[in-house]
C-alpha cells in the first residue's frame, strides 16, 4: 500500500483544467513543505515537474501548478495537451531523512 | 548535462545478490545527496534508501534494512545498491535519482531486477 493515496485516473479534454490530490499524514505532507509531483510517460523516466509543494524547475510550464491544504497536497494542470497524457505521483519528505511517494494517478487527455 | 545511468539488474533466484552502479556526469557528485527508488510495473515509485554526500551515513525504508547496502565511490562518482536476501516482492526497475535539498529531483532511466522464486 503506497504511503501517499492518489485517485487511480482522471481524464480531461483539451484545454481544460484537472486536479490530481495526494493525501498523506501528518508525518509527511502535512508537516513538511518538501512535496513533489513528478510526470512519467511509459517507459520513461520520472520528470520532476513540481517541488517544495509549488515550485516549477526551469523549463516546467506555468500551466502545472502545486499547492497545499493539511495533509493533501494538489497538482493543477491547466490548458490541458495531448502531452500531458502521462502517468502522475507525489513524493514527500516523511522526517528521519525518509520519503515517501503515491501509488500514482493516469490521465487521460480525451 | 546530467547523467545518471545504472546498470547491473538481472534476473536472479530468491535468496540471491545483486550489486547496482549509477554511473553520473554532469554535475559534482561530491556535492549531493543521493537515493535509490524503484518501482513495480504498474505500480507507484517506493524509496529504499538515500545515501549523504561523503558516503558516511545512509537509511532505508524498513522493508530493505539489513538485507540492501547503499555506498558510493566520490572518486568514481559513482553510487551502488548492494541487495542481498533477494525476495520476488523486490522485482522492479531500480532507479538512481540525485537530491536537491530534500527533493529526488533528477532520476536515472533504471535498471531492471527479477527475482524468482
Known amino acids: 500500500q503506497p504511503a501517499l493515496t492518489q485517485t487511480r485516473s482522471v481524464s480531461g479534454s483539451p484545454g481544460q483544467s484537472v486536479a490530481i490530490s495526494c493525501t498523506g499524514s501528518?508525518?509527511?505532507?502535512?508537516?513538511?513543505?518538501?512535496v513533489s509531483w513528478y510526470q512519467q510517460h511509459p517507459g520513461k523516466a520520472p520528470k520532476l515537474m513540481i517541488f517544495?509543494?509549488?515550485s516549477r524547475p526551469p523549463g516546467v510550464p506555468d500551466r502545472f501548478s502545486g499547492s497545499k491544504s493539511g495533509n493533501t497536497a494538489s497538482l493543477t494542470i491547466s490548458g490541458l495537451q495531448a502531452e500531458d497524457e502521462a502517468d502522475y505521483f507525489c513524493?514527500?519528505?516523511?522526517?528521519?531523512?525518509?520519503?515517501?511517494f503515491g501509488g500514482g494517478t493516469k490521465l487521460t487527455v480525451l | 548535462e546530467v547523467q545518471l545511468v545504472e546498470s547491473g539488474g538481472a534476473s536472479v533466484q530468491s535468496g540471491g545478490s545483486l550489486r547496482l552502479s549509477c554511473a553520473t556526469s554532469g554535475f559534482t557528485f561530491r556535492d549531493y545527496w543521493m537515493h535509490w527508488v524503484r518501482q513495480a510495473p504498474g505500480k507507484g515509485p517506493v524509496w529504499v534508501g538515500r545515501?549523504?554526500?561523503?558516503?558516511?551515513?545512509?537509511t532505508y525504508v524498513d522493508s530493505v534494512k539489513g538485507r540492501f547496502t547503499i555506498s558510493r565511490d566520490n572518486v568514481k562518482n559513482t553510487m551502488y545498491l548492494q541487495m542481498n536476501s533477494l525476495r520476488p516482492d523486490d522485482t522492479a526497475v531500480y532507479y538512481c535519482?540525485?537530491?536537491?535539498?530534500?527533493?529526488?529531483?533528477?532520476w536515472g532511466r533504471g535498471t531492471q531486477v527479477l527475482v524468482s522464486s
Open positions: 513524493g514527500s519528505y516523511a522526517g528521519s531523512y525518509t520519503w515517501v
Open positions: 545515501i549523504i554526500s561523503d558516503g558516511s551515513s545512509a
Open positions: 501528518s508525518t509527511d505532507v502535512g508537516t513538511y513543505k518538501y
Open positions: 517544495d509543494v509549488s
Open positions: 535519482v540525485r537530491d536537491s535539498r530534500y527533493t529526488p529531483e533528477a
